[in-house]
């Protein structure tokens, strides 16, 4: 019996997380739009004898998400481990929305 409790009580408690997560799933109104990345990459073996080539990985994707995101704090080596954090940019979506408008409009006077 107390099984049974345990799964709904287990079941509604996902529930409420899914809720939760449903703006970072890709709904339009959500507070996690604007949301920071922090990526992370993991050495294995004599790899750690390299930091600067996953350094160089890292700057080349700040280089690549430039009109959506900065980096917030620099690739840092902890460990095994080298992280860095990307915060967006202010006008992050705002940029493509406008341009995917116009050439809806351009469509639409065809």
Do not use: C, W
């Not at 995101?69 to 705002?94: F, I, Y």
């Amino acid at each position: 019996m107390t099984r049974v409790k345990r799964s709904v009580h287990a079941r509604k408690k996902r529930r409420e997380v899914l809720e939760r997560t449903k703006g970072f799933r890709g709904e339009a109104n959500s507070s996690y739009k604007r949301a920071k990345v922090k990526v992370t990459i993991m050495f294995r073996g004599r790899e750690t004898t390299h930091p600067e080539l996953g350094r160089d990985l890292l700057m080349r994707l700040a280089e690549d998400v430039q009109d959506i995101g900065m980096v917030e704090s620099q690739p840092l080596l902890d460990g095994r481990n080298m992280t860095m954090v990307l915060a967006p940019t202010k006008n992050a979506g705002v940029k493509r929305d406008a341009q995917d408008e116009n050439i809806e409009q351009r469509e639409e006077a065809v």
